[in-house]
């Protein structure tokens, strides 16, 4: 059974810095691609960021551009968020996922497969 385990979270005020951290376990072969994405209670799940497995290939979301990195370890089939210059606008609950074909479509939350518990990011004023 796939698991995805986020940590990490936690409160920051603005301009800080935060990594998120999320674990793949359950596999007995790599990924498609890992990718973070966000909610609150009033947006729907929004598109963070990607990353394809064995080609490491990133994309971002326009409003995390330049602010937000995505990296992966192989060997720890760890994903990582790192998160800098924090807006209050990054308040959300942080989803981490995965996707095991290339059908996916990297920016579509409903086209992954498995997904962690979530992890909430709060930013303060």
């Known amino acids: 059974q796939v698991q995805l385990v986020e940590s990490g979270g936690g409160l920051v005020q603005t301009g800080g810095s935060l990594r998120l951290s999320c674990a793949l376990s359950?596999?007995?072969?790599?990924?498609?691609?890992m990718a973070w994405f966000r909610q609150t209670p009033v947006m729907e799940r929004e598109f963070v960021a990607p990353?394809?497995?064995?080609?490491?290939?990133?994309d971002y979301g326009d409003s995390v551009e330049g602010r937000f990195t995505i990296s992966r370890d192989n060997a720890k089939s760890t994903v990582y968020l790192e998160m800098n210059s924090l807006k209050s606008e990054d308040t959300a609950v942080y989803f981490c996922?995965?996707?095991?074909?290339?059908?996916?479509?990297?920016?579509?939350?409903?086209?992954?497969?498995?997904w962690g518990q979530g992890t909430q990011v709060t930013v303060s004023s």
């Open positions: 359950g596999r007995s072969f790599g990924p498609y691609a």
């Open positions: 996922a995965s996707a095991s074909q290339p059908s996916v479509v990297l920016r579509m939350w409903n086209t992954y497969d498995d």
């Open positions: 990353m394809t497995w064995s080609t490491g290939r990133t």
